[in-house]
DNA sequence: CAGCAATCTTGAACATCGTTCAAGAAATAT
DNA sequence: ATATTTCTTGAACGATGTTCAAGATTGCTG
């Protein structure tokens, strides 16, 4: 009984990591669920008995992703032992670095909820919300007139700003911008904003 | 002659239209050609005599979409007479209001590049750097000592981050941020952005 | 260990796509 | 009016996610 159950979990966990493989190599949209068969060694019939359809799978991949991206995060923070301000700044850098290095996995986070109207798990759910812990600390430092809430909100409204300045700066159809340049852009534009909020605040 | 040719031009802005609708009542991925073929009156495989295939039908779908965003943001700024700064804030309000207002067909002009490899034509690309212009013009009065260059890719990066702001906002699948919220957070990181740039100007 | 029941696995089949193409219809030219 | 060119059609193709009845496997019991 028992024997069973850990196959399946195995072959799950294989199952995963080959769609991990496969999206990072040919994004989302060249995950197959025949091709993940056939690298598994099942029929491809045989997935849907690990998962429920593609997109836990992919729900799962993104899983791991986020938790590699929450420790490239901690990893920016805990180096050194520099001043709120260039912790947001490190923590910035690190999140644009984590998205070059891990494109596809990365976009894939974004590009599939757009698809599916499913409501998330809340294991998914609860994965996301830990990124923002990161920024609410230091945040915090500098903001000390704000509440809990105002900090959350403004947590928020920096990492999406941050967010969209790597993502359309990756998008390299437009304008291809190198990477230390998108970088330098990032720190410069962290910095006026908060500069900008602390000025507010006094 | 001409006769022919007419009626294909008046198919094929038929054809646009019916996509448009379609993109903006059932999303991208709710974009059929079969679906299109009935509504305007001819055989699925006829599609492709008035288009390339679905990638052009995005594409020109996309481009009548940022011609309606390139109004929306002229519009904002040709109200009343305000401060460059007060300008950059409607600006990005009004992009805002826009995305809310054309969810679906906002979405597909992100959501549709990444799925594709191939390059835009030179009409597309000319659409999307066209919307920096709003920008450049007031930031160009805030930082005089920035020469052409520089506040190009600084405009980028601001368009970027209120782009950031708004897609993470509009996604409500994390956390439900109303609308007028979302307004005042991206106002509120708006200016403190531009004091920041302004100040580092000094 | 043998036999039975429960469970899992299989791969063929289904529905739905975008896209193609040979054959027939229509338009144009002679 | 006829011939030639062009356009339109809808059936067919190849992929793809998903399902399901039948066969194989496993676990339990006497």
């Known amino acids: 009984m028992t024997k069973a159950l850990d196959r399946r979990e195995k072959q799950r966990a294989d199952l995963v990591l080959s769609a991990e493989r496969m999206i990072a190599t040919r994004g989302l949209a060249g995950l197959k669920t025949r091709d993940l068969a056939r690298e598994i060694g099942c029929a491809n019939g045989a997935v849907y008995n690990l998962v429920a359809d593609v997109d836990e799978?992919?729900?799962?991949?993104?899983?791991?992703?986020?938790?590699?991206?929450?420790?490239?995060?901690?990893?920016?923070?805990?180096?050194?032992?520099?001043?709120?301000?260039?912790?947001?700044?490190?923590?910035?850098?690190?999140?644009?670095?984590?998205?070059?290095?891990?494109l596809q996995l990365w976009r894939a986070l974004f590009e599939h909820r757009m698809e599916t109207e499913k409501a998330l798990p809340d294991w998914s759910v609860d994965d996301q919300l830990q990124l923002?812990?990161?920024?609410?600390?230091?945040l915090a430092a500098l903001l000390p007139?704000?509440?809990?809430?105002?900090?959350?909100?403004?947590?928020?409204?920096?990492?999406?700003?941050?967010h969209g300045m790597v993502a359309l700066g990756l998008e390299q159809r437009l304008v291809a911008v190198p990477l230390p340049a998108l970088r330098k852009e990032i720190a410069s534009l962290v910095r006026a904003m908060i500069d900008g909020l602390v000025a507010q605040a006094a």
């Open 57 to 102: 799978l992919v729900l799962r991949v993104g899983s791991r992703t986020l938790l590699r991206l929450d420790d490239a995060l901690s990893a920016a923070v805990r180096a050194g032992n520099p001043s709120p301000k260039e912790t947001l700044v490190r923590i910035a850098i690190a999140y644009c670095d984590f998205a070059a290095e891990n």
């Open 132 to 138: 923002f812990r990161h920024i609410y600390q230091p």
């Open 145 to 162: 007139k704000r509440d809990a809430e105002e900090l959350g909100i403004t947590a928020r409204s920096l990492f999406s700003a941050v």
